[in-house]
């Protein structure tokens, strides 16, 4: 269960990334693939009326990627999670968040990086 935990919030975001389903689901997917990692499925929904922001999921064999928009705010969300089961795949996590960085172009991002199953971060909840 250890792994990498890249959460972002983009801000400043424009274009069609953020309104069009296509647009953003073939983006989602190629990069995936291009970082090297395994797309298992996925599922997307766009928001009525048009242009009122995309919501999807891209489940990854080594974890998953999510994202939502808000173009009404120029905002973006994403959440990708990469285990490290059988190697360590933090690298293939950093080149995936570059190219969506790239993609987005935010104007101002907020990124944590979370370290995910480390036995000295255990608590007793």
């Not at 792994?3 to 689901?25: M, N, S, V």
């Not at 298992?40 to 009326?49: D, G, L, T």
């Not at 080149?95 to 990086?113: I, K, N, S």
């Amino acid at each position: 269960m250890q792994g990498l935990q890249l959460c972002a919030d983009l801000h400043g975001c424009r274009g069609p990334l953020l309104t069009e389903l296509h647009t953003l689901r073939a983006l989602l997917i190629e990069a995936v693939q291009h970082a090297g990692l395994s797309v298992v499925a996925e599922r997307f929904h766009a928001f009525e009326p048009a242009g009122s922001g995309v919501t999807g999921v891209v489940l990854l064999a080594e974890s998953h990627l999510a994202v939502h928009t808000w173009p009404e705010q120029g905002a973006v969300t994403l959440d990708l999670y990469v285990c490290n089961h059988s190697a360590d795949n933090s690298a293939k996590a950093e080149a995936l968040w570059q190219t969506l960085h790239a993609a987005f172009a935010p104007q101002q991002v907020d990124l944590q990086r979370l370290q995910r199953g480390s036995v000295t971060m255990r608590s007793n909840i």
